[in-house]
């Protein structure tokens, strides 16, 4: 009797256990994060924009439940974002789940809010069929709406919401230039990095004309690929706006490639001479990596398009420990020259990203050879700096950041378009960042596991590598197998002997 009462009492209070911790959990969300990047923790940025929210937030999730496998921990993981998000902001992030698959009425609603179904190849047993699936959100203060059209997964995920926060509660966004008619591409040329700096910025062109333009409204001016001659009047009142305390962004072409052509090129445009002025000199060489990006060409034989190393497109993966650079991971240049410094001390110049420790230089004209065999004498030297800063000690003049390419931020207009790899993307915008803005999204942008590039390797011992792996699982299995068949002969020839002593 006394045991069964002992049994319900123990259920009764492991019962009572358990709705505390449910209802604990309910208002206080925590989970531990044991990833090297801490991706499943949200960063400093996430935290003070909840803190600052002012007025209610509501994130209407339109996922499909029945996902695909790959895509159920991603719908998982963004549900627990929001959670934690709603419990951080002390509920005034408001949030609601909708599965559009439900019924037409709830369809219709995820369509009219902005977000739309993406048509995904599934397997199913034996055979491949396609799936529509819903995995978006919508973002909504007051009568102002942001959509996140696919949810991401992992750090992603949280700059994505974020940054959709950020945008609908921002007042007064600073002002960005980004200087026109020399030459630079427009705004449509370079809509990725447009709609990034669109989040916490209003971004507009800049046209200088002889009179003086009135810079000192813009918090940094971008400089990007200028191949047209800058008047002398144009760059005084550039100095004029950094000696105010603008800053300034440039990426540089002072050489370049043609590949109809087949040549590379040195660009002059009077921009390498005013950067001379301060002290940062853009060589007239071409940069060769051996750690470096593929082009296609054709084989004569068959006509059929093979991807070849191209070292005059660097894959920059060295960076300096900074703001700028911090979470990249690689990042693709396309005819880079190199930065040097000759200034005085008044200016402090720091390295942000070089090139790999095999590494040369061509000097222009240089013609491209897709067959040439490149061999170890070609990349003589080692991490030649493609990307820096410059920080005037005395405090009132801005700062100034600088990069040897501007192809490497460029779409291309229409159909010649292109989609850049995102740390391209991130390297430039997280210099805006740098030079304009403190909420901290910088972090969030660049935060967590893009990609991992394998480290470069000789043929030789690449070839070790191979051999050592497929051998030594068998030597080991050997030496278990020789050390077991000694064990056991030497057991028996002990039994024998017991027997007979």
């Known amino acids: 009797m006394k045991s069964r009462k002992k049994l319900i009492y123990t259920f009764l209070v492991t019962i009572g256990v358990l709705i505390v911790v449910n209802v604990l959990s309910n208002m206080y969300f925590f989970r531990l994060d044991f990833t090297a990047d801490k991706i499943y923790s949200l960063s400093k940025a996430t935290k003070k924009i909840l803190k600052e929210l002012k007025e209610p937030v509501t994130v209407t999730a339109y996922i499909t439940k029945d996902l695909p496998p790959d895509l159920i921990n991603t719908s998982r993981e963004f549900k627990d974002v929001v959670v934690e998000y709603s419990s951080l902001s002390k509920n005034k992030i408001r949030y609601e789940f909708v599965n559009p698959s439900d019924n037409d009425e ?25 799936q529509k699936v ?25 700059y994505a919401l974020s940054a959709a926060i950020k945008k609908l509660t921002i007042t007064n966004k600073p002002a960005i230039g980004i200087l026109q008619g020399h030459g630079e591409p427009g705004l449509s040329a370079i809509h990725q990095i447009y709609s990034n700096l669109d989040v916490l910025y209003n971004v507009q062109p800049v046209y200088l004309n ?40 440039i990426a540089a072409t002072h050489v370049d490639g043609n590949f109809q052509s087949g040549i590379g090129y040195v660009l002059n445009n009077g921009l390498e001479k005013w950067l001379k002025g301060k002290g940062i000199n853009l060589g007239d060489k071409l940069i060769v990596d051996a750690n470096c990006g593929t ?28 703001p700028v650079t911090e979470g990249l991971e690689a990042v693709l240049f396309q005819f880079a020259c190199p930065i040097t410094y000759t200034g005085d001390a008044s200016r402090k110049f720091e390295v942000l ?35 820096a800063s410059l920080i005037p000690k005395n405090g009132r003049e801005g700062k100034m950041i600088v990069m040897s390419n501007a192809n ?17 993307i991130n390297l430039f915008v997280n210099s805006v960042d740098w030079l304009s803005d403190d909420t901290g999204l910088i972090d969030l942008r660049t935060k967590g596991v893009t990609s ?33 068949a000694n064990r056991n002969r030497a057991l028996r020839v002990k039994r024998m002997q017991s027997r007979f002593v």
């Open 295 to 322: 082009v296609g060409a054709q084989q004569d034989a068959s006509g059929m398009v093979i991807q070849v190393k191209f070292p005059y497109l660097p894959v920059i993966t060295n960076f300096e420990k900074h």
């Open 408 to 424: 490497f931020v460029i779409n291309g207009e229409g159909q010649q378009a292109q989609p850049l790899p995102p740390d391209n």
């Open 210 to 249: 002889d009179s003086v333009y009135n810079l000192n409204q813009y918090k940094t001016l971008l400089i990007i690929g200028p191949r047209d001659s800058i008047p002398a009047k144009h760059f005084q009142q550039i100095d004029r706006y950094l000696s105010e305390g603008g800053n300034l962004c």
């Open 106 to 130: 709830n369809e219709q609603k995820a369509l009219k809010s902005g977000v739309q179904p993406v048509v995904l190849n599934v397997r199913d047993k034996d055979e491949v069929k396609q």
């Open 134 to 158: 819903y995995l978006g959100a919508v973002v909504k203060i007051g009568n102002k709406t942001e959509i996140i059209p696919v949810i991401q997964q992992g750090a992603a995920m949280e």
């Open 353 to 387: 990203a070089t090139t790999s420790d095999k590494t040369g230089e061509q000097i222009p004209p240089a013609h491209f050879d897709i067959d040439r065999q490149w061999e170890q004498k070609d990349f003589p030297l080692r991490n030649l700096v493609v990307a």
């Open 452 to 484: 991992r590039m394998l480290k470069p390797m000789e043929d030789g011992e690449k070839m070790f590598l191979k051999y050592l792996n497929f051998l030594l699982p068998i030597v080991v299995i050997i030496i278990y197998g020789i050390y077991r």
